[in-house]
């Protein structure tokens, strides 16, 4: 094929990266934007016109639709946390928890407790063993997902669903919601 041909390929089939890239978008979590997977949808299209033959039997669509799913999944697993179809956000002691500006940093200044130390043993009281180790290593000792989940023998992706876990808890704890 020349240059020309596969560019007005690429032109012709736009429509159905967005289109697969809008299908996609709708079951992944709401941190990934759309123009990020329209991005990927175009780097597929891109692939499957420099590699397309048209001798053979299959139509360009057909082609170009798995190569564009395909490249959508493979940043999906670029940019996650979690293993293939487990896509798991970061947690973090500041992010509000919910719709209200709710963080545990708020809340420690709130309360008047200058001490982090202090603040997670009135907080932890209610967890389990597991949950509060996995809360102080996370967030007094700054260990990361992977250092917590080889010390406690889990995987990292449900160290964030603990921690995840832990804090709406403790927000439903202090905030009554």
């Known amino acids: 094929m020349t240059l020309n041909e596969r560019n007005v390929l690429v032109e012709n089939y736009m429509p159905l990266a967005n289109k697969l890239a809008y299908s996609k978008a709708k079951s992944t979590p709401s941190n990934v934007q759309v123009d990020e997977l329209k991005s990927a949808a175009y780097m597929g299209l891109l692939d499957a016109s420099r590699k397309?033959?048209?001798?053979?039997?299959?139509?360009?669509?057909?082609?170009?639709?798995?190569?564009?799913v395909g490249e959508m999944k493979d940043y999906l697993r670029e940019i996650s946390w979690g293993k293939r179809g487990n896509y798991v956000t970061p947690v973090s002691i500041d992010s509000p928890l919910g719709n209200e500006?709710?963080?545990f940093s708020?809340?420690?200044?709130?309360?008047?407790?200058?001490?982090?130390?202090?603040?997670?043993?009135?907080?932890?009281?209610?967890?389990?063993?597991?949950?509060?180790?996995?809360?102080?290593?996370?967030y007094i000792e700054n260990k990361t997902l992977r250092e917590i989940g080889n010390s406690v023998n889990l995987g990292k992706s449900r160290i964030s669903q603990i921690l995840k876990k832990c804090l709406a808890s403790l927000r439903e704890k202090f905030t009554g919601k």
């Open 106 to 138: 708020n809340l420690l200044e709130d309360r008047g407790l200058a001490d982090s130390t202090e603040f997670f043993e009135d907080v932890t009281n209610g967890l389990n063993r597991l949950e509060t180790h996995v809360i102080i290593l996370y």
């Open 101 to 103: 500006n709710f963080t």
């Open 52 to 68: 397309f033959d048209p001798e053979r039997s299959v139509s360009f669509g057909a082609y170009a639709s798995l190569r564009i």
